[in-house]
């Protein structure tokens, strides 16, 4: 979900930030295009943390 294009979270915390909503999406296919991949994992109250993953070959 996080990585949909325009996605824009509905958490009030994070709904005074400005963005478009297309940074994660437009990274995880950057990424991809190398062969790779970008995943998240996240916990609510903690944080996320994102991998990104890239085969050196």
């Known amino acids: 979900k996080v ?3 325009f996605f ?3 958490d009030p915390r994070v ?3 400005t963005g ?3 940074g994660l999406s437009l990274a995880r296919e950057v990424i991809r295009m190398h062969g790779g991949d ?3 994992e996240s916990q ?3 944080g996320s943390t994102f991998l990104v993953a890239i085969p050196m070959e």
């Open 38 to 40: 970008l995943t998240v």
């Open 15 to 17: 709904q005074a930030e």
């Open 44 to 46: 609510l109250n903690k």
């Open 8 to 10: 824009r979270s509905s």
């Open 20 to 22: 478009t909503g297309l």
């Open 3 to 5: 990585f949909d294009k």
